[in-house]
Every structure is written in structure tokens, then in C-alpha cells.
């Protein structure tokens, strides 16, 4: 049995340096990429084969950015953003959750419910953002209900479809043993749905950064999205790219931190 341990060992490594090359690759061309794009328009802004005054340049942004950053004034824009993606992200993703559940605990009022899903789905959301700021004022209540609103409908319906596609064996066999309706849910619905919710977060991660930056470009005197409204509005292209590299770079942030969420689950 030795020779074979040691051959099946052998595949193991190999394996596993393969994946881990494979890897390395795939990084070091999203880097190259990266690279490759911020060097173009470094060049493009500089030889004027487009307008830096509307498109700035990478070094232009990152000095706009280091100057802010270093005075404090863009901390607070940051901090403000990010707390209320965050919080739009988490109820969004719960409230979706949650709802799905309930959807799948009473077929009669999923039933019910369908249609007005499929409209509400269908319903641009970031039309509803003046009513939710006269609803709920101009403070962080109304941007926080944009992220979430925005990603709750879509969760909703991923997760609930996710519940109905479950192989429906696991629930006769739990009945065969008389267990309720909860117990078939947290026992082997639940569980087996988790990758669908995973692969939801990513999404969501976009969403909620969408529903906030437009709830504050409606209402915010502060955030990200205030940045960007008030550059264009100051003929500042830098300070507008500037915003708009920092929220690539937090929602980048974010969905590696769902990446590893999903790793752990996983195992």
C-alpha cells in the first residue's frame, strides 16, 4: 500500500502546485492589465490624444487623492460611504434572505406574491429614490434604504428559486421521519442553498454601492457620491475620478472579503 500512498501523495502536489500556478498567472495578467491601462492614459493624457481637462491622467488623480486624503478632507467622504454601503449591503442581503424564507415557508402566499415580484423587479429602483428621501428625509436613512432596496427585490427572487431547486428527496426523507417544515428548512434547504447565497453577496456588493452613490447624488452633502456631483459641478474632473477610483477600490475590497467568506463556508 506504501507505493500507492506514495504515488496518490505525488498527484496531490502536483495537483495542488498546478492550481496554485495557474493562479499566479491569472494575477500577474490582471496586473499587467492594470498596468497596462494606467500607463496608456498616463501617455494618452500627456501627448493630448485626450483632453486632460476631462479625463485627467493617473498621476493627476493620485495626487487629487494624496493632497485630500492627507488634509482630512476626503476621510469623512470615505467613512460616510462606506457605512452606509455597508449597512445598505447587510439589510439588503438579510431583509432578501429573510423574505425568500417566508416565500418558501407558505406556498398560497408565494403564490400571491409572484406577480407583484416580477413588477417590482422589473420597477427601476433608482426612480423611487426621491420619493424614499421624501419618505424618510435627507439623512443617512434614506441613502442606506437606496442600497438596500436596490439589492433586496433580486435577492429575494436568486434565493427563493435557489430554495424550489433543492432536490426534493432530502425533504421526503426528513418527512419520512416526521420532521416539520422547519425542520426540513434548517436541516437540508437551508444548507444546500448556500453557494446561491454567496454568489448573491457578490452581486449584492455591486448593487448596494450603486444604490448609495445615487442616493447621494439626489440628497448628500457628504460621501463619495457628493464628491462626484459637486466635481462636475466645479469643472474638477480629477476630483470626479478620483471618487470614482476610491469606490473601485473599496467595492474591489469588499468582494474579496465575500470571496473568502465563501472559502470558509465552503470548507
Known sequence: MAPETNTDNQLFQRHKYKLKREKRIVITWQLLL??????????????????????SSPSEVIH?????????????????????????????????????????SSKRFSKIMDP??????????????PILIV????GYVSIIAMGALI??????????????EV???????????GATRWQQFKEAIFPATLPAMISTLKVNVGLSWVGV??????????GLGYLIIYGFQVFDFSLVLSSLVLIAIFAAIMYKVVEKLEGWLIK
Open 116 to 129: 407583484y415580484l416580477v413588477i417590482m423587479n422589473a420597477m427601476p429602483k433608482v426612480a423611487l429614490g
Open 151 to 164: 439589492s433586496v427585490i433580486i435577492t429575494t427572487l436568486v434565493i427563493y428559486n435557489a430554495f424550489n
Open 213 to 222: 452613490i445615487v442616493g447621494e447624488f439626489l440628497v448628500a452633502k457628504q
Open 64 to 104: 487629487v487623492l494624496f493632497s485630500n486624503i492627507a488634509d482630512g478632507s476626503m476621510v469623512k467622504h470615505i467613512q460616510i460611504t462606506l457605512f452606509e454601503t455597508i449597512a445598505g449591503f447587510i439589510i439588503g442581503t438579510l431583509v432578501g434572505i429573510l423574505f425568500a424564507s417566508v416565500l418558501w
Open 34 to 55: 492594470l498596468l497596462a491601462f494606467i500607463g496608456f492614459w498616463e501617455f494618452a493624457s500627456r501627448f493630448y490624444w485626450i483632453d486632460p481637462l476631462l479625463f
Open 167 to 177: 432536490d426534493p428527496n432530502y425533504e421526503k426523507v426528513l418527512k419520512s421521519f
Open 135 to 138: 419618505a424618510l428625509g435627507t
